[in-house]
């Protein structure tokens, strides 16, 4: 059974009605199954298992601290992009030696503490961050640990907003840079280059572009190696793709068939770094409608979810499946056609933007002011792209474990608004 599913005509996240946590918490409100969580990152796990995989779930995805514990229990190490996420990923109770460090513009004090916490390696995106690494790592007396950031100029096929393994990307090296600052590295004793980075973008729904970047990796390995490197890592990042109007996400299984045959002919351990796949269809956006009105030919649901909670809708035109909690209209498999009983709507949020919005002109069951409305794949840059625009304090999370309820997050309250302002005198 679906972790989120409909029980005569009323929607549950596992054993708990989706509208009696709206009436204990509020709306907005943010709903994760932690058994859906858990059962994605098994899939990873299991999928990889011959290629003996370091799982690096993504913080930047969702860094709520339960959710980086849950995934720190169940045997997950991380991907961080930030000192603030590394601060996270110590504060979940994780261990830090084997968590990887990846962006293209780290700090000095960020490379500072990612070395004291003794993290399995830098993904490094340039000479100027390889000197600044290594310059640190020299003033500390460690040797720094790195694996080098390859763009292998694969298209992934996916929004522009979000593909990184293309040339003209600001991620990563081209080969030919990549293999002198390779020889660099040799020369210098303050770094070791222990393996080799690549993220191709997200979300990816084919198999191909993993295939055909891990044929390319598998060549730079062999390379490295005669020239006297210790490669042991194998690093292919994220970008697994899920479903959010169908059944279009494939199974981790997929990827597996074409990256385990080219780790193995690497002849390295695998990193991998799911975000999205593990807590994408993890959680709904339950909302709540305020009002609704007809305008200009349209019928507009305006409910007290917006762009500030959920903003990829307003950012990458993305798609989220949605439907009232309590609906005697089944969910159908795919939302996009014509169903009988329902009307084209745009369900729209309170702020003054006309990017506000998480559905246009998508037939849904009649609303009025006071239903509970559904956002679901929401837990996947959800929570983390959240702001507080037009003074909206972010919403509650709960955590649903069977029957059990956690609050993992309070709502922000008006008073936390302004708590890091001062008034000038
Ligand atoms: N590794 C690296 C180096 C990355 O840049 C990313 C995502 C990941 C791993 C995780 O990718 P995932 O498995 O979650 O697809 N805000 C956008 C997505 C931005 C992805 C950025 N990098 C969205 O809402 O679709």
């Known amino acids: 059974m679906s972790s989120f599913h409909y029980r005569s005509d009323e929607l549950y996240c596992e054993d708990v009605s989706v509208s009696r946590l709206a009436e204990e918490f509020g709306t907005p409100l943010w709903i994760y199954s932690k058994a859906y969580l858990l059962g994605q990152l098994r899939q990873i796990q299991e999928a990889f298992a011959a290629a003996e995989p370091v799982i690096c779930y993504s913080v930047k995805a969702n860094s709520n601290l339960s959710i980086l514990k849950a995934m720190s229990e169940a045997g997950s190490s991380f991907d961080v992009v930030s000192g603030g996420e590394l601060y996270r990923v110590k504060a979940a109770g994780a261990d830090t030696t084997k968590v990887v460090f990846a962006g293209v513009g780290k700090t000095d004090e960020e490379i500072r503490f990612a070395l004291e916490s003794q993290i399995l390696m830098f993904d490094v995106e340039s000479e100027a961050e390889?000197?600044?690494?290594?310059?640190?790592?020299?003033?500390?007396?460690?040797?720094?640990?790195?694996?080098?950031?390859?763009?292998?100029?694969v298209d992934a096929k996916t929004h522009a907003k979000t593909t990184t393994g293309k040339k003209g990307n600001k991620f990563g090296m081209d080969i030919e840079r990549f293999q002198e600052l390779?020889?660099?590295?040799?020369?210098?004793?303050?770094?070791?280059?222990?393996?080799?980075?690549?993220?191709?973008g997200s979300p990816i729904l084919t198999t191909d572009p993993y295939a055909e970047a891990g044929a390319k990796a598998v060549e730079v390995v062999k390379g490295l190696r005669a020239a006297g490197h210790d490669i042991q890592w194998l690093n292919l990042g994220g970008g697994f793709g899920i479903s959010y109007r169908g059944n279009e996400g494939l199974p981790a299984s997929a990827y597996a068939n074409v990256i385990v045959p080219a780790v193995k002919a690497a002849g390295c351990r695998l990193a991998l770094?799911?975000?999205?796949?593990?807590?994408?269809?993890?959680?709904?956006?339950?909302?709540?409608v305020v009002f609704t009105k007809r305008e200009g030919?349209?019928?507009?649901?305006?409910?007290?979810?917006?762009?500030?909670?959920?903003?990829?809708?307003?950012?990458?035109?993305?798609?989220?499946?949605?439907?009232?909690?309590?609906?005697?209209?089944?969910?159908?498999?795919?939302?996009?056609s014509e169903i009988a009983g329902c009307e084209k709507t745009d369900v729209v949020g309170p702020i003054c933007e006309s990017s506000d919005y998480f559905a246009k002109d998508r037939y849904l069951p009649p609303m009025q002011r006071g239903d509970l409305l559904a956002i679901f794949s929401a837990g996947a840059y959800g929570t983390a792209m959240s702001s507080n625009y037009n003074s909206r304090p972010r919403a509650t999370e709960v955590l649903v474990d069977g029957g059990k309820v956690t609050v993992i997050r309070r709502r922000e309250t008006y008073a936390d608004l302004i708590a890091q302002e001062l008034l000038e005198e």
């Open 297 to 336: 030919g349209k019928l507009f649901v305006i409910q007290d979810g917006a762009m500030n909670d959920l903003i990829r809708p307003a950012m990458y035109d993305s798609f989220h499946r949605l439907w009232p909690v309590k609906s005697t209209v089944a969910m159908p498999d795919l939302v996009e």
């Open 130 to 153: 390889l000197d600044a690494i290594a310059a640190i790592a020299g003033d500390m007396d460690v040797v720094a640990p790195i694996a080098l950031r390859l763009n292998p100029d």
């Open 273 to 288: 770094e799911p975000g999205r796949f593990i807590v994408g269809n993890s959680a709904i956006l339950c909302t709540q």
């Open 182 to 200: 390779a020889a660099k590295v040799l020369r210098d004793s303050r770094l070791k280059l222990l393996g080799i980075h690549i993220h191709l």
